[in-house]
């Protein structure tokens, strides 16, 4: 090193035994990584086969390097400036050796010199600040009395061991700074620190030397293990998380696979291990444990037995077990799978995407249809759906009832619509929900389109489905498939979201079954923009409840709240909004079910928050919410005014009359 030019030194002080015998460690923990790697990748790809996901570099990188929701938590922001400081090291480490095995050695000229260099060195030392800032904070976050997160030895050694790979690095540069003592060394703002302690404490160049020896030496033994450790412990994640999120496929959140010739098999859903097809394998590997999920989940916040992180965890155990174990009732016990709205909130707040909720269907195919099992209240509903088209076993005669006096056109063979009007079991039948069918067609008739309703509507199944019944959910899916064939329609106009999400996401697996959807939400702030409808304006106060099916599996958060702004309306969100909106409860057909095993129901949870915006009046998009937050609304003796978007906008039409 020259006193004119700043260039990184090679192997300062190091012997010749340690120059070589670093390239032999090296070699052997890069050799354990790539081992681990693919022996991890086998076991995958033994798994039940899938077809290939086909995605392109761009799609891969994103995998690797971009993952948005890792800054939405404080959690997830320290996660993600230790990664990129970790990272940041390892290019430095990865520029160095190519620094001097490629510049010193082949070209005969390194291009770590200079700003260069004295650049390099000063982000490495930024870099591996924010890694230590990063594990203490974490630390503390994990282990004060008040966290909930887990505590397992193995987060103790990822803290202490990474914080030690730092600090030796740190000790290590402080060393040779000591010695050299450069006009350029404050450009190392850390190493300096440590080499002035070292200068003050009066140690000879010689003594110094020798501790830098030996300490390299352990730094560098310390972090070639950190290598060859990754695929064979928590360090896992580094490349299993990415490769997790990649293998997923692109669809809709929250669509289930289809049981293709559902009458030819011989087994349903998830019964043992090997049942896992690859991409569940590549997700449950994939998990971080950082416990988001669990956070989010409204099961688990209600008092079910249900932890999403425990469930991961115990799935994945079973995944890596030799002997095959069954899944559901023993390894997964049957409350833990019962207990599921399916909102999909854990796998939106999950880095790795793990498809919990279509796991647990999984679980419950097997229940269901092998097994006859189910909780109370789920088998008479399914036979009502089955025998009569509705979950309330009424009769399907009466399906039209609540248009008494609307003379409602309905639909005819050879006719063109508009708009078919899909309303669905709960406008339909519940009393309550009625009034959000009516509201709807004064709408229809204030726009001007063509509309009409379907005789032959009967219940999609969307809820058996979501309980594990696929056969009942596949039977209603045909036939209405059949029925919506008949007619001449540009699109399907769906009040209630689940009805909007089957018939648009789940229906075109069939054949014929893709149509054109649209929510109310959707429709009605169209109409609002094209002038097809005029409102009175009115300043209220609202707060609004993104139902799940709307908000996050379909990301419609932001047509609902136009329309209420359109009329004038205050708009009030409560805290778990939009995609991360806080689910009511009725999903994955637990509104038929008792929830005994609640200590609050989640719909008194979610009122509950709604009412802290300070808002008396709610809006709603949803039928089921609205069902689900009723209940908790007399369950709490409040005063609470629920209503539908709907039933809003009618009440604001200026030329229209009373439904």
């Not at 349903?268 to 669990?294: I, N, P, Y």
């Not at 008739?445 to 063509?450: L, N, Q």
């Not at 309306?569 to 909004?577: G, L, M």
Request: charged share 20%; with cysteine.
């Amino acid at each position: 090193m020259t006193a004119e030019l700043p260039i990184r030194p090679g192997f300062w002080n190091v012997p010749l035994w340690g120059e070589i015998g670093v390239y032999f460690v090296g070699i052997a923990a890069v050799a354990v990584l790539i081992w681990g790697i693919v022996r991890n990748w086998r076991l995958h790809r033994a798994a039940v086969s899938e077809p290939p996901v086909e995605k392109g570099l761009i799609a891969i990188l994103k995998s690797v390097f971009y993952q948005p929701k890792n800054l939405e938590t404080t959690g997830g922001r320290l996660h993600t400036v230790l990664a990129v400081g970790f990272f940041l090291l390892f290019l430095g480490t990865a520029l160095a050796t190519l620094d001097w095995d490629i510049g010193h050695y082949v070209v005969g000229t390194q291009f770590l010199q200079g700003n260069v260099y004295l650049t390099y060195k000063f982000v490495l030392d930024m870099a591996g600040v924010a890694v230590l800032l990063a594990l203490f904070v974490g630390a503390w976050r994990r282990y004060r009395k008040e966290s909930k997160a887990k505590r397992d030895v193995k987060f103790l050694v990822a803290y202490v061991s990474l914080a030690v790979v730092v600090l030796t690095g740190f000790v290590v540069e402080g060393l040779r700074l000591a010695v050299e003592q450069p006009a350029w060394m404050h450009f190392s703002p850390v190493g300096t620190l440590v080499a002035k302690l070292f200068i003050a404490a009066g140690f000879t160049a010689e003594t110094l030397r020798g501790v830098h020896v030996w300490l390299w030496t352990f730094h560098g033994l310390l972090s070639l293990a950190f290598i060859a450790a990754i695929p064979l412990t928590f360090y896992a994640h580094l490349y299993r998380t990415p490769a997790a999120v990649y293998r997923r496929k692109a669809t809709t959140a929250g669509t289930l696979a289809k049981i293709e010739d559902i009458e030819e098999q011989e087994s349903f859903g998830l019964v043992h291990a090997s049942d896992l097809t690859e991409s569940q394998r590549f997700a449950l590997d994939g998990c971080t444990e950082c416990g988001r999920c669990d956070d989010v989940c409204p099961a688990l916040r209600s008092g079910a037995p249900l932890s999403p992180r425990d469930f991961v965890a115990a799935m994945r155990r079973a995944a890596a077990d030799p002997s095959n174990p069954t899944l559901p009732g023993e390894t997964i016990e049957k409350d833990v799978i019962w207990s599921c709205t399916t909102c999909g909130a854990c796998t939106r707040a999950c880095p790795a995407n793990i498809p919990i909720p279509e796991l647990l269907v999984g679980l419950r195919r097997h229940l269901a249809l092998e097994q006859g099992d189910f909780p109370e209240g789920l088998a008479n509903t399914f036979e009502n759906v089955s025998s009569v088209g509705n979950p309330w076993g009424l009769d399907p005669y009466d399906r039209l009832e609540w248009a008494n006096g609307l003379d409602v056109p309905v639909a005819e063979p050879g006719e063109h619509y508009d708009i078919l009007y899909w309303v669905g079991c709960a406008a339909s039948y519940d009393r309550r929900a009625r009034k959000i069918a009516r509201s709807m067609v004064k709408i229809l008739r204030a726009s001007g389109v063509k509309f009409a309703v379907m005789q032959e509507e009967r219940c999609h199944g969307e809820f058996a489905r979501r309980s594990g019944e696929e056969y009942l959910y596949q039977t209603a899916a045909q036939e209405n498939i059949e029925n919506f064939r008949q007619y001449d329609f540009e699109r399907i106009l769906a009040a209630c979201p689940h009805c909007f999400n089957t018939l648009k996401n789940e229906y075109p697996a069939f054949e014929g079954g893709t149509f054109n959807v649209v929510s109310h939400s959707e429709w009605i702030l169209e109409m609002l923009k094209a002038g097809k409808l005029k409102v009175k304006t009115e300043g209220e106060t609202l707060a609004y409840h993104d139902p799940c099916f709307l908000a996050r599996l379909n990301g419609i958060t932001e047509a609902p709240r136009e329309v209420l702004k359109t009329l004038g309306a205050d708009v009030r969100s409560p805290e778990a909004s939009g995609e991360k909106t806080f689910c009511c409860g009725a999903g994955g057909g637990q509104m038929w079910t008792d929830g005994e095993k609640r200590q609050s129901p989640v719909q008194v949870i979610r009122l509950e928050e709604l009412r802290k915006t300070g808002a008396k009046r709610i809006a709603l998009a949803c039928p089921h919410c609205l069902t689900m937050l009723e209940t908790a609304r007399a369950e709490t003796k409040g005063d609470d005014v629920l209503v539908d978007i709907a039933e809003i906008v009618a009440d604001r039409l200026e030329d229209g009359s009373e439904s």
